[in-house]
């Protein structure tokens, strides 16, 4: 079983890249009415905000890996050298 440790727990990947094109611009703690009830059992507690706008709640990171993509060192715009 894996916990989450912190509502802050992924705010170091605000500013990377996913997928070489969209970059994270939020990750706030905003747990949904099922993690709320279940105690954490079930449900989303992280909200995703993106550069294109998009916004996606998640549990665990993984999610929005599969989702969008893998995080790149190179930051949205950074030209090969």
């Not at 890249?17 to 993690?35: A, C």
């Not at 294109?52 to 599969?66: L, M, P, Q, W």
Request: glycine share 10%.
């Amino acid at each position: 079983m894996s916990y989450h440790f912190s509502p802050n727990e992924y705010n170091h990947l605000i500013g990377q890249t996913l997928g070489g094109k969209l970059e994270i611009i939020n990750i706030e703690h905003s747990p949904d009415n099922m993690y709320i009830t279940t105690d954490g059992h079930m449900g989303n507690p992280h909200l995703l905000t993106l550069s294109n706008g998009d916004t996606f709640k998640f549990r665990h990171f993984t999610e929005v890996i599969n989702k969008y993509g893998d995080i790149l060192d190179k930051k949205v715009g950074d030209k090969d050298i």
